[in-house]
């Protein structure tokens, strides 16, 4: 298993890869021609295997005869991908090449309204989320000032003077209290240094 997946990595994707590259690099329209029908015919046995491994995994050799199918396919020699192309998928692509079109286009056109129809409920859960989200923020302010005392709320009522919290206030009062105390304290010692 594990041999078969390194074989089809390195020999039916890399090696493909690396020649279609020199055929763009070389414009060659025969090289372009040739790589152009192995990947079609690769695209193929992919998604046939998706299915057929789920049914033939069990069956003796199977994975060995899926590495000497790829080798078959890329052998200058037996020209399997040119085969397979020439003899079976071009002619059943240009009898149902209609078809597979108009499907292609309801797909598209079917996946496009699908696209829009779940951008709309995702974007309307997204807003029924934060409205519920915003009502809750409100609740746990209305919650926060419910807490307060009456007597917190009577002083913040009574401190009409001040829009400064009694927190904030008490603060200040214990600064003013300070430069009291030591104002007096030197008036103290200046008085008995008097006497």
Request: glycine share 6%.
């Amino acid at each position: 298993c594990c041999l078969f997946f390194f074989s089809r990595l390195i020999f039916g994707t890399l090696y493909p890869a690396y020649y279609s590259y020199k055929a763009v690099k070389s414009k060659d329209i025969k090289e372009y021609v040739k790589w152009m029908m192995y990947w079609i015919i690769f695209a193929l046995f992919t998604t046939a295997e998706t299915f057929t491994d789920i049914f033939l995994c069990w069956f003796p050799f199977y994975y060995e005869l899926k590495i000497a199918f790829v080798a078959w396919l890329l052998s200058p020699y037996t020209k399997g991908s040119s085969l397979l192309y020439r003899k079976f998928v071009h002619p059943t692509l240009s009898s149902k090449e209609k078809e597979i079109d108009d499907c292609l286009v309801q797909a598209k056109d079917r996946s496009y309204d699908a696209l829009v129809h779940f951008g709309k409920r995702g974007l309307n859960v997204a807003a029924t989320a934060a409205v519920m989200a915003a009502s809750k923020g409100q609740g746990a302010l209305s919650e926060r000032l419910r807490s307060f005392s009456m007597q917190d709320l009577s002083s913040i009522r009574g401190d009409s003077s001040s829009t400064v919290p009694p927190s904030v206030t008490v603060r200040t009062s214990s600064k003013q209290s300070q430069p009291k105390t030591s104002r007096s304290a030197s008036e103290g010692t200046g008085s008995s240094g008097k006497c």
